[in-house]
Nanobody, 120 residues
C-alpha cells in the first residue's frame, strides 16, 4: 500500500518561500514510470495542479505557476519537495502530493493534505 505524507510549515509570510516535502512509503519514487505531483486547493475553490516530477527526475509545471515553482527529489529518502517563491495570501491552500501511473494518467494515491496559510 503506497502512502504519501506532506510535511512543512503551516504558516508562511508574504513574499517568502513556501517549502513542503512529501514522504512516500510502500513504493519507490524512481520506479515504474510513476509521476509525483503537487496539487493545491484554495479555500472554497477547486483543485489546481501545480507540477510533477517523474520517475526519472523530469519536471513539468503549470504555466500559471512555472515562474515561482520548483519540484525536486531526494531519492535516498524517497521524498519529493515543492518550493513556491514570492507567496501572497492567494497562495493559502491545502497542499496535496499525489502519485499517478504516468504523466498523462490520473492520480491513484494522495496524501491527506496540509494547510498552508500565507499571512503576516
Amino acid at each position: 500500500q503506497v502512502q504519501l505524507q506532506e510535511s512543512g510549515p503551516g504558516l508562511v509570510k508574504p513574499s517568502q518561500t513556501l517549502s513542503l516535502t512529501c514522504t512516500v512509503s510502500g513504493g519507490s519514487i524512481t520506479g515504474n514510470y510513476y509521476a509525483w505531483s503537487w496539487i493545491r486547493q484554495p479555500p472554497g475553490k477547486g483543485l489546481e495542479w501545480m507540477g510533477v516530477i517523474t520517475y526519472d527526475g523530469s519536471t513539468y509545471y503549470s504555466p500559471s505557476l512555472k515562474s515561482r515553482t520548483s519540484i525536486s527529489r531526494d531519492t535516498s529518502k524517497n521524498q519529493f519537495s515543492l518550493q513556491l517563491t514570492s507567496v501572497t495570501p492567494e497562495d493559502t491552500a491545502i497542499y496535496y502530493c499525489a502519485r499517478a501511473q504516468g504523466v498523462y494518467y490520473g492520480m491513484d494515491y494522495w496524501g491527506k493534505g496540509t494547510l498552508v496559510t500565507v499571512s503576516s
